[in-house]
């Protein structure tokens, strides 16, 4: 889930067991989500991204599942890696056609060996 | 392609001193943005620029300019730092859907 303190929710998972990373966001009228993961000293990493006409999607490994009734965004993580150790940010695109993205505050996701 | 490139990557200043930093995209992006990012507090848009020759401001502009010099360099000015502006800066440009690719950062301290 999301922050709004000084702290960013944790999550601790085993390397090979699945992990999902939870996302309220703001704006019912949002119409397009992406997920990034930024790891330790470097800047964020596009992973994916859905439009508000699905609720779900997947990629290699990765699955966002989008529901809008709830306002509520989640990413699966298959078979997690210690590579997948990182910070996942949500983002949404509050309205239609607009530069800017919102961004959430991140959950800290550790995978122990 | 380099992406995304920010300079400098760390950078310390006395309060009231003044910096610019630097970020050049290489993909011919229309877009580009500056973001901060402080502990806990997730990504804030300081300013971005829609095209070549236009900047809008973002969450938290005080304290900041901007140039955008042309399509691939977009630049952060401070006047005068202040300690509450010690921060991790993010450059990013988007293409024509909504994703963004950042740059590396650069991380300020302003004592």
């Known amino acids: 889930g999301e922050s709004v303190g000084l702290h960013l929710p944790t999550l601790s998972v085993q390397e090979g067991d699945n992990s999902i990373i939870n996302c309220a966001y703001s704006?019912?009228?949002?119409?397009?989500f992406i997920w990034y993961k930024q790891e330790s000293g470097k800047g964020p990493q596009f992973i994916i991204d859905?439009?508000?006409?699905?609720d779900k999607r997947q990629g290699q490994r990765v699955t966002v599942l989008l529901n809008k009734t709830v306002k509520h965004l989640s990413l699966q993580i298959a078979a997690t890696q210690p590579g997948d150790s990182a910070v996942y940010f949500c983002?949404?695109?509050?309205?239609?056609?607009?530069?800017?993205?919102?961004f959430g505050k991140g959950t800290k996701l550790t995978v122990n060996p | 392609n380099a992406g995304v490139t920010q300079t400098p990557k760390f950078q310390v200043l006395k309060t009231g001193q003044s910096m610019t930093l630097q970020c050049a995209q290489d993909m011919n992006h229309n877009s580009m943005y500056w973001y901060r990012q402080d502990p806990g507090m997730g990504l804030r848009l300081i300013y971005y620029s829609a095209s070549e020759g236009t900047t809008d401001k973002g969450e938290v502009p005080n304290g900041y300019n901007v140039s955008r010099l042309n399509k691939r360099e977009f630049s952060l000015r401070l006047e005068s730092a202040a300690p509450s502006q010690t921060s991790v800066y993010f450059c990013?440009?988007?293409?024509?859907?909504?994703?963004?690719?950042f740059g590396p950062g650069t991380r300020l301290t302003v004592t």
């Open positions: 983002a949404e695109n509050t309205q239609g056609g607009s530069e800017k993205l919102v």
């Open positions: 859905i439009r508000s006409n699905m």
């Open positions: 990013a440009s988007r293409d024509r859907r909504y994703e963004q690719y």
């Open positions: 704006n019912s009228a949002s119409d397009y």
